[in-house]
C-alpha cells in the first residue's frame, strides 16, 4: 500500500522560503508522478506543482518563478521548494499519487501547514 508522508511546512514572513519533503512509501518514486495540492481555508483544494516518471514538471501560474518541484528516486522523496513566499500561499499543502501510476486508486498524505505573515 502507498504511504505519502508530508512535512516541511511552518510559520515563515512574507518573503521566506519553504522546503517541503514528501516521502514515499510502499512503491518506488522513479515509477510514479507526484503531484503537490495545497487548500486554503474556504477554498478549494488545487494542484499547485506536479512532476511526472520523465521528470517533466508543471506549476500553475502563481507560483512560476517561485516553487520548484524536484524528486530524488535514490531517497523516495519529493521536494517543493518555496520562495519569495506570499500571505496567499498560506494552506495545507498535500503530496498527492494520482490513480493510474499504482493502479486506479489516489493516494494523499496527511498535509502540512504553511502560514505565511504580512
Known amino acids: 500500500q502507498v504511504q505519502l508522508v508530508e512535512s516541511g511546512g511552518g510559520l515563515v514572513q512574507a518573503g521566506g522560503s519553504l522546503r517541503l519533503s514528501c516521502v514515499v512509501h510502499?512503491?518506488?518514486?522513479?515509477?510514479?508522478?507526484i503531484h503537490w495540492h495545497r487548500q486554503a481555508p474556504g477554498k478549494q483544494r488545487e494542484l499547485v506543482a506536479s512532476i511526472d516518471r520523465d521528470d517533466f514538471t508543471y506549476y500553475i501560474d502563481s507560483v512560476k518563478g517561485r516553487f520548484t518541484i524536484s524528486r530524488d528516486n535514490t531517497h523516495n522523496t519529493v521536494y517543493l521548494q518555496m520562495n519569495s513566499l506570499k500571505p496567499e500561499d498560506t494552506a495545507v499543502y498535500y503530496c498527492?499519487?494520482?490513480?493510474?501510476?499504482?493502479?486506479?486508486?489516489?493516494?494523499w498524505g496527511s498535509g502540512t501547514q504553511v502560514t505565511v505573515s504580512s
Open positions: 510502499g512503491t518506488w518514486l522513479r515509477t510514479i508522478g
Open positions: 498527492n499519487v494520482p490513480g493510474g501510476y499504482v493502479g486506479p486508486s489516489d493516494y
